[in-house]
């Protein structure tokens, strides 16, 4: 059962390179989000995906695009990467109706930018 | 400005016993009240949920406390073992497919 996919897990950029985090999910859910992982910030919401070319802006979505052409893909891109965003980030998946319910999550990317 | 406040930030205590991690939350949309455990390396999973129409829910040692009126919940976990050590978050979610929103974690430790 392989739920929720990230690659890479570990990557190492430099300030101003450009990058795609993948995810992929295999259990047919309508809602997949993005988060990163800061210490002491907990869980903070980058940007979220309700069904196939719709996507929305969560808390922290500022350096960051997504886009959604099939329900099982949800990549993640940084344009110019900065050292703020040196981080862990975890790609999630769920139903999106009523009563929606459990967050399946990933294993996580973790992130340096030099 | 998070939507969730939770506490403690950390958390010791001896083998057997009972920590407790509270969280409070503003918006009175939100209807479903997770808590998630991640160990070192690994992705939240979830560990227990509540919705506002129950003030507790038991699943084994974790039990959920809800006050809707204070807009507060409690993760309480009975007889604590070196096993639970770990990251908890509380969380809170709203709506039809609406995002879910995290505290900002609470690193148990329990020494043997």
């Known amino acids: 059962n392989a739920g929720v996919t990230q690659t890479p897990k570990f990557q190492v950029l430099k300030t101003g390179q450009s990058m795609t985090l993948q995810c992929a999910q295999d259990?047919?859910?309508?809602?997949m989000s993005w988060y990163r992982q800061d210490p002491g910030m907990g869980l903070r919401l980058i940007h979220y995906?309700?069904?196939?070319?719709?996507?929305d802006q969560g808390e922290v979505p500022n350096g960051y695009n997504v886009s959604r052409s099939t329900t099982e893909d949800f990549p993640l891109r940084l344009l110019s990467a900065a050292p703020s965003q040196t981080s862990v980030y975890f790609c999630?998946?769920?139903?999106?109706?009523?009563?929606?319910?459990?967050?399946?999550f990933g294993e996580g990317s973790r992130l340096t930018v030099l | 400005q998070q939507q969730v406040k939770q506490s403690p930030q950390s958390l010791i205590v001896q083998k057997g016993g009972i920590p407790i991690i509270n969280c409070a939350y503003e918006?009175?949309?939100?209807?479903?009240f997770p808590w998630y455990q991640q160990f070192p390396g690994k992705g939240p999973a979830l560990l227990i949920a509540?919705?506002?129409?129950?003030s507790e829910k038991k699943e084994g040692r974790f039990t959920i406390s809800f006050n809707k009126s204070a807009k507060q919940f409690s993760l309480h976990i009975m007889d604590s073992q070196p096993g639970d050590s770990a990251t908890y978050f509380c969380?809170?979610?709203?709506?039809?497919?609406?995002?879910?929103?995290f505290g900002a974690g609470t690193r148990l430790t329990v020494k043997p």
């Open positions: 999630a998946s769920s139903y999106a109706s009523a009563g929606a319910g459990e967050l399946f």
């Open positions: 259990m047919n859910h309508e809602y």
């Open positions: 995906s309700v069904g196939a070319g719709i996507t």
């Open positions: 918006n009175t949309a939100f209807d479903y």
């Open positions: 509540i919705r506002p129409d129950v």
């Open positions: 969380a809170a979610r709203g709506d039809i497919g609406a995002d879910m929103r």
